[in-house]
C-alpha cells in the first residue's frame, strides 16, 4: 500500500516517534493485514519513501477512541486534526483503522 505524507510526518516516522497510521475502514481496506508492507513517500518529493510493516491493526468506531489507546506523539496528530482529515460521517460509517507500524528500510539521504 502507497502513503503519501506531508514532509513533517514523514519525518516523524523516520525518525521513530510516529509509529501509527490511521486509516477509513473502507472496502480498500478490508484485504489489509498484519505483515503487510506500507511504502510511505515523502509528498515534496516522492522518491524519498520509507518501507514499513503492519504489525499490529487495531478497528475504532470513534477517533477519539483510537487516542484512549494510543498516544498522540505515536499518531503524530492531535485528535483535532484528524477530525479535519476524516469527517465524521465517514467515520460513523465506516470506523477507522489503527496501522502500528515498524520501520523496514529508509529509501532516501
Known amino acids: 500500500m502507497d502513503i503519501l505524507l506531508d514532509d513533517v510526518l514523514f519525518e516523524k516516522i523516520s525518525s521513530g516517534t510516529k509509529t501509527v497510521e490511521i486509516f477509513l475502514n473502507e472496502e480498500e481496506m478490508k484485504h489489509f493485514s498484519v505483515g503487510d ?3 510511505i513517500h515523502r509528498k515534496s518529493n ?27 506523539t505515536a499518531i503524530g496528530l492531535s485528535l483535532e486534526s484528524l477530525d479535519k482529515i476524516y469527517p465524521q460521517n465517514d467515520v460513523k460509517k465506516h470506523g477507522v483503522l489503527a496501522v502500528k507500524m515498524r520501520v523496514l528500510k529508509p529509501n532516501y539521504d
Open 37 to 39: 508492507t506500507l511504502a
Open 46 to 72: 516522492e522518491e524519498d519513501m520509507i518501507l514499513a510493516s503492519a504489525w499490529s491493526i487495531k478497528k475504532f468506531k470513534k477517533l477519539a477512541d483510537v487516542y484512549k489507546v494510543y498516544s498522540e
